[in-house]
Nanobody, 124 residues
Framework: QVHVVESGGGLVQAGDSLRLSCAAS????????MAWFRQAPGKEREFVAA????????LYGDSVKGRFTISRDNAKKTVYLQMTFLQPEDTAVYYC?????????????????WGQGTQVTVSS
């Protein structure tokens, strides 16, 4: 069984940067693919970025491409989301997801493990 815990959210101003962390524990095989999603009030959970265990594939959502960077430290079982040029529309609860295998799904429905989420608020 895999558990993930997010940290690093907060209140920032437009144009600022922020780094989120997601620490995984438990069965490593269950977190071979890790991702960040976000959910704003009244909206569906949106794919942000994902990466495979060996880092050979990373994918980004269109709305964050070029501004956000996902990375992972396998020794620490931690994945990071570096967010730059934040905008008010980036305001959401950011969730870390984990799944076994090697396929990266953009739909939240295919991710069996979630953290509790961390709030990111960007003021204009």
């Amino acid at each position: 069984q895999v558990h993930v815990v997010e940290s690093g959210g907060g209140l920032v101003q437009a144009g600022d940067s922020l780094r989120l962390s997601c620490a995984a524990s438990g069965d490593t095989a269950g977190s071979s693919v890790m991702a960040w999603f976000r959910q704003a009030p009244g909206k569906e959970r949106e794919f942000v970025a994902a990466t495979r265990l060996n880092g050979d594939l990373t994918l980004y959502g269109d709305s964050v491409k070029g501004r956000f960077t996902i990375s992972r430290d396998n020794a620490k079982k931690t994945v990071y989301l570096q967010m730059t040029f934040l905008q008010p529309e980036d305001t959401a609860v950011y969730y870390c997801g984990a799944r076994p295998g090697s396929v990266i799904y953009r739909s939240a429905d295919w991710w069996p493990t979630w953290g509790q989420g961390t709030q990111v608020t960007v003021s204009s």
